[in-house]
């Protein structure tokens, strides 16, 4: 389905169960509240094969701000810091993506569903608390401008699972001097799937159970697709 904005996964998640009446619905990867696009549920015994659907690369369209630090790298955080912003060029955004392509080490955000001791980062970061966070290796393949209008940077990223694209914004930001966080999310691909063939989640819960049937691949259909 074609996630809309402002809700979690888990609303979604919820809202699917609650609608067909159905004992097991999952998802192939979480997107942050603030994101929309492609999020593909696994229903009954298709749960499965969460691992197999969240492990495809994934390709995301998006909005950075420059000149503004957040507590969540993205809008949705508390704002920490207003910075100067006129004086970055293009050029100088372009080095800073060209530096975060290939290999990385990122460093979760603490507003994160990551757990540590069994506990989400997002409600440690609730109470005030900073931990320590192990970081994770990830690869980006493409990270580039589409639209230049500073302070707003239009941009296209693809990259493995798990690759949190507020923080590549974060860091780049950093790396300016000027600070910057995520002001939109669109992820448009994942693994084979193409949110193009997605339909948006009203759409879905006007559906019947036979309707919603007629949508569903069955396991056969997903592994000739993965």
């Not at 955004?93 to 569903?113: I, N, R, Y």
């Not at 036979?210 to 592994?223: H, I, S, T």
Request: aromatic share 8%.
């Amino acid at each position: 389905m074609d996630k809309p904005v402002g809700c979690t996964s888990h609303d979604i998640v919820n809202a699917i169960r609650r609608k067909f009446r159905l004992q097991k619905v999952g998802h192939g990867g979480t997107l942050d509240p603030n994101a929309t696009g492609l999020l593909v549920l696994l229903l009954g015994k298709g749960t499965k094969l969460s691992d197999q659907v969240m492990g495809g690369d994934k390709t995301y369209t998006g909005v950075i701000r420059l000149g503004v630090v957040t507590s969540s790298q993205d809008c949705d955080g508390e704002l920490l810091e207003e910075n100067p912003w006129e004086h970055i060029t293009r050029e100088q955004v372009e080095a800073g993506m060209k530096v975060l392509t290939g290999d990385l080490f990122q460093t979760p955000p603490m507003v994160s569903a990551v757990k540590v001791g069994g506990i989400p980062l997002y409600k440690l970061a609730r109470k005030g608390q900073e931990i320590e966070r192990k970081k994770r290796f990830v690869h980006v393949y493409r990270f580039v401008i589409t639209e230049w209008q500073p302070p707003l940077v239009y941009f296209e990223v693809i990259s493995t699972k798990g690759t949190y694209v507020r923080t590549l914004a974060h860091d780049m930001g950093a790396a300016l001097g000027c600070g910057a966080s995520l002001d939109a999310l669109r992820r448009t691909h994942s693994g084979s799937f193409d949110v193009q063939d997605a339909m948006p989640f009203e759409d879905v819960l006007s559906l019947t159970l036979a309707q919603l049937n007629q949508r569903v691949l069955l396991y056969a259909q997903f592994a000739m697709r993965v």
